[in-house]
């Protein structure tokens, strides 16, 4: 690709080869994804049909399943096209719209996830206030800004990756585009960018990390004081989902976007991507579900009702 040259495509190397191993691979990777799409989906049908779901803390579950159900969508049909024709070429057009979906999606649930874990503070230390503390005008506002603020991060280095000229070949070492995989291919000086890059991931990451910290610091200083076993059982019951789903998705983009240099691989980034972008929109759902009971009761009605007809 020669200098300035910012309209010939990009290749990307892909995840996987076709080895029989990475065949196996590439159905259950096919598996995971169409579930992960129904689970969300679902998800998002049964907290719209049923009233008992028309809360703040299930809206912002919908809007979660709707970010992973999108996030799916963004890398994989493009990675089982790329794999099954054997065509791994990407227009800068579609790499920058990957870039951009990518991160409005993984930033704005950063956001989303502070939100929800306000939620649940103010459900467990302050029930009574609840409706105002947690009023659908917040809730919305929240839900806004985690948008917001994702698809400002996304449009800004999607836009200003594209605007290097290119004279490092055209290979990408992934299976979509990343910013920061794409600018190694730049032969102008991209190292202010690579460190506001890094500071802009850091603050995404750190900032509503710190506001999960609080509220969930918070909600074990109340949970503590509690003297009844059974409401400290039902307090940790109603938390422990979203922690597990904090840690599945904070752990593998501290792993991708906050170690330094020197301990980063490829494989590792591509493999961990894969964990964030196709496993875990998966689990979320079924996290939720196992282990909520209001969401199995909506779906027990909606299954009760089917066979009614």
Not at 26 to 52: K, P
Not at 211 to 221: E, V
Not at 283 to 293: A, D, G, V
Request: net charge positive; proline share 4%.
């Amino acid at each position: 690709m020669g200098s300035g040259n910012a309209t010939s495509d990009f290749i990307l190397l892909g995840l996987l080869d076709h080895s029989r191993a990475h065949q196996f691979l590439f159905g259950m990777v096919l598996i995971i994804a169409f579930t992960s799409l129904v689970g969300n989906v679902l998800m998002i049908l049964l907290i719209h049909r049923d009233l008992r779901l028309h809360t703040p803390m299930y809206f912002l579950l919908s809007q979660l399943s709707l970010m992973d159900a999108m996030l799916v969508s963004t890398t994989v049909p493009k990675m089982a096209a790329d794999y099954l024709t054997g065509s791994k070429s990407i227009s800068p057009a579609g790499c920058g719209l990957q870039i951009f979906f990518l991160l409005t999606l993984g930033g704005g649930e950063c956001f989303l996830l502070a939100a929800m874990s306000y939620d649940r503070y103010v459900a467990i230390c302050h029930p009574l206030r609840y409706p105002t503390l947690m009023s659908w005008p917040l809730c919305l506002r929240m839900t806004s800004g985690s948008w917001f603020l994702g698809a400002a991060d996304g449009l800004m280095q999607a836009v200003t990756a594209l605007s290097f000229p290119f004279c490092r070949g055209c290979e990408i070492d992934h299976f979509f585009c990343k910013a920061p995989t794409l600018v190694r291919l730049a032969c102008a000086d991209t190292s202010v960018f690579q460190d506001v890059m890094y500071v802009c991931c850091v603050l995404m990451l750190l900032v509503p990390s710190c506001l999960i910290l609080t509220s969930y610091g918070l909600i074990l200083a109340a949970v503590l004081h509690m003297c009844s076993t059974e409401a400290r059982k039902k307090a940790f019951a109603t938390c422990s989902s979203h922690l597990a789903v904090v840690g599945l998705f904070y752990g593998a983009a501290i792993f991708i976007y906050m170690r330094p240099k020197s301990f980063r691989s490829a494989n590792q980034d591509k493999v961990v991507s894969a964990f964030y972008t196709i496993l875990t929109p998966m689990l979320n759902p079924l996290i939720y579900s196992l282990r909520n009971s209001e969401v199995k009761g909506a779906l027990r009605k909606c299954v009760v009702s089917k066979h009614a007809m």
